[in-house]
């Protein structure tokens, strides 16, 4: 518990000061946290751009072992949203 209180304190952090954004996939049916979808600046770049260097996103994420059939599901519903 101690690592996840980690994560999601760093999560927040990075939220807060527009480093990565992650976002809880929750089930239509009880709202149950199913997932997750982290989007962050590939390893190694900042967040931002220029004209010379558009802005690129690295995005991952998961769902739970007993919801496995919706990890294509949510891949492409990112997929649908992002530019």
Known sequence: MDDDLRDLERH???LAARRGFTYTVLSTDAGDVI???YIYPP???GPGGS???PRHASV???VRADRAALDPV???AVLAIMP
């Open 51 to 53: 004209a010379e260097s």
């Open 74 to 76: 949510l891949h492409d």
């Open 12 to 14: 927040a952090q990075d």
């Open 35 to 37: 997932g997750c979808v």
């Open 43 to 45: 390893r190694g770049h």
């Open 60 to 62: 991952r994420s998961w």
